[in-house]
């Protein structure tokens, strides 16, 4: 079974450029992530979604961040513009399906690891 | 604020000994704790879930425990092996209202020496 695809594996950018990244999840599974993982810290939810709609948002920073899911398959994260605290991994991950009550596991791709200057 | 911490930030030890990591969470209500494991430059594995109900899963070399009362949970790893070296991270999913998502601690990164 292929596990999560992430593309790029690494980005480097000049701030107040713009840079988007792509996912593809574990087919089948209904549930894509995207985290935000800063050097030195465990990874944040930005966006959360359940087939091709959006369940979960709330830590997106929607003034430069925005995400899609077209067809609830591929999915992609852009930044527009990107500043320099902007760095850091983007992990996606997917899982199954998601649950009151109850969590799969989350499979998760190797991450793209961006470096604003 | 609802948050997970885990300590040490690093641990170093010889192969072969036994070692505990720690995590605790600062509210008992959850649905599950899951501990993964983060290889340099590679994404995350999960290693172990254990859902609210449960106080322990075991996987070979590997038994993670859950108190709920004391808000911690361990990760024992037994006979380590330098193929154990990598960052260990504790998760959680709180039960507020909104969100459903994975509440991270910022890790132990562990170096077993040959």
């Known amino acids: 079974e292929a596990g999560v695809a992430q593309s790029p594996r690494y980005k480097i950018i000049e701030k107040r450029q713009s840079v988007a990244f792509w996912c593809n999840p574990i087919?089948?599974?209904?549930?894509l992530y995207w985290y935000q993982q800063i050097l030195g810290q465990g990874p944040k939810l930005l966006i959360q979604?359940?087939?091709?709609?959006?369940?979960?948002d709330s830590q997106l920073p929607k003034d430069r961040f925005s995400a899609e899911r077209l067809k609830g398959v591929d999915s992609t994260l852009k930044i527009q513009p990107a500043k320099l605290e902007d760095s850091a991994v983007y992990l996606c991950?997917?899982?199954?399906?998601?649950?009151?009550?109850?969590?799969?596991?989350?499979?998760f791709g190797p991450g793209t690891r961006l470096l604003v200057l | 604020k609802q948050e997970v911490t885990q300590i040490p930030a690093a641990l170093s030890v010889p192969e072969g000994e036994n070692l505990v990591l720690n995590c605790s969470f600062t509210?008992?209500?959850?649905?599950?704790l899951q501990w993964f494991r983060q290889d340099p430059g590679k994404g995350l594995t999960s290693l172990l879930l254990?859902?609210?109900?449960?106080r322990e899963q075991t996987s070979g070399r590997l038994n993670a425990s859950l108190d709920k009362s004391s808000g911690r949970s361990t990760l024992y790893i037994a006979a380590s092996q330098p193929g154990d070296s990598a960052t260990y991270l504790c998760?959680?999913?709180?039960?507020?209202?909104?969100?459903?998502?994975?509440?991270f601690g910022s890790g132990t990164r562990l170096q077993v020496q040959p």
């Open positions: 991950a997917s899982s199954l399906r998601r649950q009151v009550g109850h969590q799969e596991t989350q499979y």
């Open positions: 087919s089948g599974h209904a549930t």
């Open positions: 979604f359940q087939n091709n709609g959006v369940v979960d």
């Open positions: 509210d008992s209500a959850i649905y599950n």
């Open positions: 254990i859902q609210s109900s449960q």
């Open positions: 998760a959680v999913v709180y039960m507020d209202t909104g969100r459903r998502a994975l509440t």
